[in-house]
């Protein structure tokens, strides 16, 4: 009897045994290993005043397809909704202002769209970068804010690609890579490059944007991505044992030996394949003694760590007309960035007003070392000084995510080929998850679906 062993519960992990389910059929055994105590990694649903909220990823891009295909296998279509036609805001300069349209997580294609984000001479800035030529060597990479503050100046890169980046990445500008965080706008660059054309980073951006629909951008599920991690366990049918670390893999004449649990007492669960959708530290170090060119390529990959502070605030609470505001690092609020959930989604409107924020940028651990309380207190200071909101919550949550975030840094793309190729030289073992083509839900399931058919396809041709 066939038998697969997936290190890892999140999203990727669960879309992979899922995955494996459906191509191995029900004789499989198929088990889930997953450290924490519980199922769904950076997805978790709580309850907040009665409200299913989620406190984690709460959204998947919908022009991506994995994500959107996957809700409708598992019969979740009808709990498929969409943001408000509410816009977010961006906090700049000290003014809360809507965030400008037509940019590429903050680099703008219109100067016309910057009036008020900018300063003028900021705005005159970016309008004469389209007259200076950009010289860009094609399957080149280099930082986003090196790039973006050469063209633009410091204006775009701290008021626009920092809250923006920041938002996504919990990073910094000038260490995360543009091939990996704007690989469309890389790829617009390099085909310039190869042409011969004159060019410049807001043109690329430009070219970028101009095939943008108005079909929405993003999803989520009534319920909470809870739906999305219950649904996903139940239909791989996978023994799933949590609370246990996987301390290393091993090969033997029949494939793999897993060992699991603590050091003096390990267990060894043997396998035919291993999936690995572990964080980049997990993977280093079960990948050093198998492949030290991945193991190696996996250490490159840091990470970054946040929290999620919710908040239930009376319902005659009046929230500002958007769906939220993002900051930037240079202002001074400890937040950086406010969702107002009873704004931006519909179905979350009619009960009491959910407020949720973000704390944490790669390389600022002082930001997250206050306790639970003090960062309750922080953010409703800062929900104060942004709305003048002074209402006591009726109920509050803090969920950290220590590590949570790989960061894409210059050169990305390389060590993720590094990590592949070297488990390619690996019969029987795949790896999946948010460290390697990109950090959304859409993205991990793509990838957790390569990691499935690899081994498959491994175990239907293998004596």
């Known amino acids: 009897m066939t038998h697969v062993v997936v290190v890892g519960g999140g999203v990727s992990g ?18 889930l290993v997953e450290q924490a105590g519980a199922l769904g990694g950076k997805l978790r649903t709580i309850a907040l005043a009665g409200v299913d909220y989620d406190a984690g990823a709460e959204t998947f891009l919908v022009r991506r397809p994995e994500a959107v295909e996957l809700v409708g296998r598992l019969g979740l279509a009808d709990r498929l909704v969409h943001p408000t036609p509410a816009r977010a805001g961006l906090r700049a300069g000290g003014r809360t202002v809507p965030l400008p349209a037509r940019t590429v997580l903050g ?8 009036t008020g984000v900018l300063s003028p001479e900021g705005v005159q800035r970016v309008r004469a970068e389209r007259e200076r030529p950009l010289r860009w060597p094609a399957g080149g990479d280099v930082s986003v804010g090196e790039l973006v503050t050469e063209r633009f100046g410091d204006e775009v890169t701290q008021r626009l690609v920092e809250p923006l980046l920041g938002g996504v990445y919990a990073g910094r500008a000038r260490a995360l890579g543009l091939r990996a ?11 310039g490059a190869a042409a011969g054309r004159r060019q410049s980073l807001g043109g690329a951006a430009a070219t970028v944007l101009r095939d943008e629909s108005g079909a929405p951008v993003f999803g989520a599920l009534v319920g909470g991505m809870r739906v999305l991690v219950d649904a996903l366990r139940d239909g791989a049918a996978a023994k799933v044992r949590t609370g246990l670390p996987v301390r290393a893999l091993h090969r033997n004449a029949a494939g793999w030996r897993v060992e699991i649990g603590s050091a003096p007492r390990p267990e060894y669960v043997d396998a035919d394949a291993v999936v690995l959708a572990v964080p980049p530290p997990a993977l280093r170090r079960l990948l050093e003694p198998l492949s030290p060119p991945a193991s190696s390529a996996a250490a490159g990959v840091d990470v970054a760590s946040m929290a999620i502070v919710a908040l239930a605030l009376p319902r005659d609470v009046e929230l500002p007309a958007s769906s939220g505001v993002l900051v930037g690092a ?10 107002y959930a009873s704004r931006k989604w519909a179905h979350l409107g009619g009960g009491p007003v959910l407020v949720r924020a973000s704390i944490g940028r790669h390389g600022d651990a002082a930001a997250l070392q206050a306790d639970d309380g003090e960062l309750v207190r922080r953010v409703l200071a800062d929900l104060r000084a942004l709305t003048g909101i002074t209402a006591t919550p009726l109920d509050s949550a803090v969920v950290r995510w220590g590590g949570g975030l790989p960061q894409y840094e210059v050169g990305h793309a390389d060590r993720v080929t590094a990590i592949e190729r070297g488990v390619a030289e690996l019969p029987g073992l795949a790896v999946a998850g948010a460290a390697l083509h990109g950090v959304g839900i859409a993205a991990c399931i793509g990838t957790a679906t390569a990691a499935a058919d690899r081994v498959a396809a491994q175990l239907a041709v293998t004596p």
Not at 181 to 191: F, I, K, Q, W, Y
Not at 330 to 339: C, G, R
């Open 14 to 31: 669960l879309a992979a045994a899922h995955r494996l389910r459906a191509l191995l059929g029900p004789s499989a055994r198929l088990t």
């Open 330 to 339: 240079a202002e001074p609020l400890h937040v950086k960035a406010f969702t």
């Open 181 to 191: 965080t704007m690989p469309a706008l890389a790829a617009e660059l390099d085909a």
């Open 107 to 114: 680099v703008p294609a219109d100067p016309d769209t910057l």
